[in-house]
């Protein structure tokens, strides 16, 4: 699977948009950008996945560029819920032996007040 | 809604001593995943399965076991704990849906200190 590149940290204001880039120059045309996120104690909760096409739902969208090499998670609200690591990842859609998530560092994301 | 529930939030045990760490999923999914995450190492795979009875090693498999006798429930079993197997044990399960779908959903994890 590719790697991917994050920021550390970043800060938002509470209501404003969240805007969270992510790098994955060495993608491949089979594989899927994944996000999650894991707030503080408790297990990664899936956001949003996409192919090449820019993806919306309930959480947050995303948009890919159109070379794939990056990708832009946005959260349009952002609440202090919204405090969490936030992890981009990336894997190939292949076949269920290979279902491994890679979790890198990730960017954790202050919502401020 | 997908449920992934883990036995215990938090387990302190012996050095020696044989844990088990439970998970169940309702939503009948093949998938099953065993987890753990350390400070500055992110999450790194222990074991998973894709059906029961059947188990694939992760990066990490030294150490531990699992078990899949029924499709709702996979087992983590540290045979003889030792002090470098404390950490935050995370459980995640997925469908093999359609292609590109595999969104993993994770339990809450349990927190095994051994002292």
């Known amino acids: 699977d590719a790697k991917t590149t994050q920021p550390t940290s970043m800060d938002c204001a509470e209501g404003r948009a969240a805007n969270l880039p992510c790098n994955h120059s060495?993608?491949?045309?089979?594989?899927?950008v994944y996000w999650y996120r894991q707030i503080h104690s408790q297990g990664p909760q899936y956001i949003i996945h996409?192919?090449?096409n820019n993806e919306t739902n309930e959480m947050a969208s995303l948009i890919i560029t159109e070379d794939r090499k990056s990708s832009t998670l946005i959260l349009p609200h952002a609440t202090l819920r919204d405090t969490a690591v936030y992890y981009c990842?990336?894997?190939?859609?292949?076949?269920?032996?290979?279902?491994?998530?890679?979790f890198g560092t990730g960017t954790r994301l202050t919502i401020i007040p | 809604d997908v449920k992934v529930t883990q036995s215990s939030r938090y387990l302190v045990k012996r050095t020696g001593e044989k844990v088990f760490l439970e998970c169940v999923q309702d939503?009948?999914?093949?998938?099953m995943f065993w987890y753990r995450q350390d400070p500055g190492l992110g999450l790194r795979l222990i074991y998973f399965?894709?059906?029961?009875?059947?188990?694939e090693k992760g990066d990490i498999p030294e150490g531990y076991s699992v078990s899949r006798e029924k499709k709702e429930r996979f087992s983590l079993i540290l045979e003889s704990a030792s002090t470098n197997q404390t950490s935050m044990y995370l459980c995640?399960?997925?469908?093999?849906?359609?292609?590109?779908?595999?969104?993993?959903?994770f339990g809450p994890g349990t927190r095994l200190t051994v002292t």
């Open positions: 939503m009948d999914h093949e998938n």
């Open positions: 399965s894709y059906d029961v009875k059947m188990k």
């Open positions: 996409g192919l090449k």
């Open positions: 990842i990336v894997r190939g859609g292949s076949n269920f032996g290979n279902e491994k998530l890679t």
């Open positions: 995640a399960s997925s469908s093999q849906g359609a292609r590109g779908s595999y969104e993993q959903y």
């Open positions: 060495t993608i491949s045309g089979n594989e899927y």
